[in-house]
């Protein structure tokens, strides 16, 4: 049963992240670069156009600080070092996934591992949104430790409370979900002691919509890519 969920796991993990890294590349990374360049007070106004082109062409090259296209050894670096991170990510949420399948006891496949992987989207990315937006650099945010302990809290809750509502019947159980889920929220995540950016609004807005955008889909790959393993890899009879 572990190299099932190991070696079903490792796949999605390594397809998943690598789709995912493609799909950045179009969606949050320049965002992220031209945040960058406000942070710092570079040329604004060119990164500004060159953030237009890119969404509008999808063919531009991606900017480097200087206003230029990046060299070929910065952009190789900064691409691989993500792509291994998004490998690594999709690995541990994949052996999540796997490990929930096991439990279940249900036979999987990529059908019904894209609604798990929903859920682990609503679970992990949207719930804890609410409250915590994905921040582009320039963002003034609460104590790093605050953040991360009041996001553990909303997911832990957003989870048993969707498996409360979901595996549980009666009305005790429903009323009991909705709670959970809406207890991180009612507490209220932390806030810095006054809000502000160097980004214009529409940026950001366009960011955090273009980072869940990209999360459900990093989550519809891993939940159907880690199915249809797991089905795969079934024991025969």
């Not at 990164?47 to 509008?56: A, E, P, S, V």
């Not at 990315?125 to 996001?151: D, F, H, I, K, V």
């Not at 048993?160 to 709670?179: E, T």
């Not at 939940?223 to 795969?232: D, V, Y």
Request: net charge neutral; glycine share 12%.
């Amino acid at each position: 049963m572990f190299r099932r969920i190991f070696f079903a796991a490792l796949l999605t993990g390594f397809i998943g992240g690598a789709v995912v890294s493609l799909v950045q590349t179009y969606t949050t990374t320049p965002i992220i670069l031209l945040a960058e360049q406000y942070e710092t007070g570079g040329d604004k106004d060119n990164h500004h156009q060159g953030f237009l082109d890119r969404h509008i062409n999808l063919v531009s090259p991606v900017l480097a600080h200087d206003g230029k296209t990046s060299s070929p050894t910065v952009s190789l670096e900064r691409s691989l070092t993500t792509l291994l991170a998004n490998i690594l990510m999709g690995f541990g949420f994949a052996l999540i996934l796997t490990a929930c399948y096991a439990i279940s006891g249900k036979r999987m496949d990529g059908r019904h591992g894209v609604l798990w992987g929903l859920s682990g989207f609503g679970i992990v990315s949207l719930a804890p949104a609410l409250g915590l937006p994905p921040e582009l650099p320039g963002t003034l945010s609460a104590e790093l430790g605050m953040r991360q302990g009041w996001w553990f809290l909303c997911v832990a809750a957003t989870a048993i409370g969707l498996w409360g509502m979901v595996y549980r019947s009666g009305p005790v159980w429903l009323a009991l979900g909705i709670l959970l889920i809406a207890l991180p929220h009612i507490i209220g995540a932390p806030q810095p002691p006054k809000l502000g950016t160097t980004l214009p609004a529409e940026i950001a807005a366009h960011f955090v919509s273009a980072s869940l955008c990209t999360a459900a889909i990093f989550w519809c790959a891993l939940g159907w890519l880690s199915g249809t393993f797991w089905s795969k890899f079934e024991p025969k009879q």
